[in-house]
């Protein structure tokens, strides 16, 4: 633990991407929290919660490979301040925001923010095993894990309030500042945030397509990699099944209130914050692929616990306590998977590579979210939001026989042209 600790007290600029994450995650909690419960609110529709989701995660599916290839083109650190700055400017339409009639300027606004979004996430992945040596990434993740569960605990507890006391005006306002604010910390970053130029590969159309393919191709054809996004598809549509119908599922089943959805949000962060210490403590002594097995297993299990106790009982602390717990389970899993996605990547390929993984998280998420907010209404909400439990155990029993070699495989060294171009994706080897 003191270790882990004096990592960070030493290392200035972990110290500043920590600060600029904890910032902005903050205003994105307000946002998040805020918005599920306001839209459903304004429209009492859960087919409008799952257009807030797809609008969300759509630039995903579109942009995720662009953004990962640029992210391997533009210095890092700059992407991350300019496109810091675009979210900020790209909430202010949300300021319009009266009435239910007005919520499709909801959609255009995360549909800006998500295509944003993805030039500003690769970058910050591809930055991280710069600022740290290759052993301490999964301390450094679990940093970055309580990070984002001290943003979730502050940022959804405010966001409840934000939206009751001032609406979408109020919670638009927080994160814009947030994202200025993130802005600033991130030019105290003294690393290089620069790509050498062999990994540039020109900036001409035909050097982009190029990039988009490679960053699919070694994605496919590295096993770990491979398995990485099969444990990111199963348990990416149970996000976009839970993202849908947790507002109608508090508001309809636990019958909770606009204040205390925030609250109970915030509450996950609770065991987040307890396992990012486990993480940073621990980590580097358990093996990545335990983490994510593991925890995704605990995280599934005690998610079908959540969902189905209402059907014999129906009240909001005995989900208060279950979301608290599940926030430990849930930092092993991250924890590991980051670790072991930046294990098995060249730093001159690691934004192409993250982009394929947004991808087909984007994609994931979108089916799930779609196929939520048609199927709760003739099957209720019940059966179907508790499909996200059901994903992670099968997901983390699949990664406890798939991934118990991964620490032994090497990055996938960065394929030639002409390579790239005979690689195919439907002919890599199976599973």
Known sequence: MRASWRLLASNRDLKALLAAGLVSGIGDWILIAGLLYHVYAMTRSTVASALTIFSAFAPQVLLGPVGGAFADKWDRKLTMI?????????LLPLLAVRSG?????VFAVLVWEGAVEQ?????QQAMVPRVVPNDQLVVANGFNGQVSAISRLAGSGL?????AVSGIVGISLADAVSFVVSAAVLTLVRTSGAVERGAAHGRRLVALAQDLRTGLQLSAKHRVLRKLMVFAMITSIGEGIVGTLFAPFFRHVLHGSSQSFGLFLAAQAIGSIVGGAVVTSFGPRVPAWRLVSYGAIGFGALDLAIFLYPVGYVAVWPATVGIVLVGLPGALCTAGLLTLFQRNTEDSHRGRVYGAFVAVNGTAVLMGSLAAGYLSQPLAI?????LQGAGYLIAGLLMTVWLRDSEHVPAHPAPTASASERASLIGADGL
């Open 119 to 123: 030039f500003f996430t690769p970058a």
């Open 159 to 163: 966001g409840g309030l934000i939206a």
């Open 82 to 90: 300019v496109t810091d700055v675009l979210l900020a400017i790209g």
């Open 382 to 386: 019940i059966p179907v939001i508790a």
């Open 101 to 105: 009639a007005q919520v499709w300027i």
